[in-house]
C-alpha cells in the first residue's frame, strides 16, 4: 500500500493555472501507473491523466493541450499542471496509484474555476 496526499487546489478564475501535487508515503519507482482523477458534483469520477513509470502519458480528450501530469520518482511525487482552466474544469481531483494489490486513493483537493 502507499498513502497520497494531494495539494495545490483552490479557486482560480477562468483562464488561470494551478499545479497539483501528489506525494507518496513511499518510493514511486517501481509503481506502474499512476494517475490523476476527478469528479465533479452529481458526476463519475472520470480519468483526468496517467502516467506509466516509463514517462508515457495519457489524457482525456477535454484537458488535452492544456494539463500536463510529470513525476518526480526523487521527490516521489507527481504533478498535473493545469492551464487555461475552464469553469466545467471544478471538480475535486483525486490522486490514484495502481498497484498489483489494488488501487490507492489520496483524500481529494478542490478546483474551482469561478469568476
Known amino acids: 500500500q502507499v498513502q497520497l496526499v494531494e495539494s495545490g487546489g483552490g479557486l482560480v478564475q477562468p483562464g488561470g493555472s494551478l499545479r497539483l501535487s501528489c506525494a507518496a508515503s513511499r518510493r514511486i519507482f517501481g509503481i506502474v501507473v499512476m494517475g490523476w482523477y476527478r469528479q465533479a458534483p452529481g458526476k463519475q469520477r472520470e480519468l483526468v491523466a496517467s502516467i506509466t513509470s516509463s514517462g508515457t502519458t495519457t489524457y482525456t480528450d477535454s484537458v488535452k493541450g492544456r494539463f500536463t501530469i510529470s513525476r518526480d520518482n526523487a521527490k516521489n511525487t507527481i504533478y498535473l499542471q493545469m492551464n487555461s482552466l475552464k469553469p466545467e474544469d471544478t471538480a475535486v481531483y483525486f490522486c490514484?496509484?495502481?498497484?498489483?494489490?489494488?488501487?490507492?486513493w489520496g483524500q481529494g483537493t478542490q478546483v474551482t474555476v469561478s469568476a
Open positions: 490514484n496509484a495502481q498497484l498489483g494489490s489494488g488501487n490507492s
